[in-house]
Nanobody, 119 residues
Framework: VQLQASGGGLVQTGGSLRLSCVAS????????MGWYRQTPGNQRELVAL???????NYVDSVKGRFTISRDNAQNTVYLQMNSLKPDDTAVYYC??????????????WGQGTLVTVSS
């Protein structure tokens, strides 16, 4: 599975950005797709996740501001980020978890896209 992310950039506090990530290649099942973020010196943290049946999960700090969605036909996951804050500044990584027909799970990562929110 290859993941190609796009949509990062520089935005002012209160602004919006939309991240996109397209999955290509082959897989039995992509049970989840989502976004993580990382700042220098810190561990990568989960931002939002959407399962193949549409169930979503968000880190508390983005609830009510970010919305994750998934287009299964296009193998694409989106992250709409509104009311951005300087604390949202990070490199955002697309993630997909594939599971084989015999139950082996594997995480796949995109290249990362930088989101910078200026104060």
């Amino acid at each position: 599975v290859q993941l190609q992310a796009s949509g990062g950039g520089l935005v002012q506090t209160g602004g919006s950005l939309r991240l996109s990530c397209v999955a290509s290649g082959s897989w039995d099942s992509l049970v989840s797709m989502g976004w993580y973020r990382q700042t220098p010196g810190n561990q990568r943290e989960l931002v939002a996740l959407v399962s193949d049946d549409g169930e979503t999960n968000y880190v508390d700090s983005v609830k009510g501001r970010f919305t994750i969605s998934r287009d299964n036909a296009q193998n694409t996951v989106y992250l709409q980020m509104n009311s951005l804050k300087p604390d949202d500044t990070a490199v955002y990584y697309c993630n997909a978890r594939s599971v084989t027909s015999w139950g082996r799970a594997r995480d796949h990562w995109g290249q990362g896209t930088l989101v910078t929110v200026s104060s």
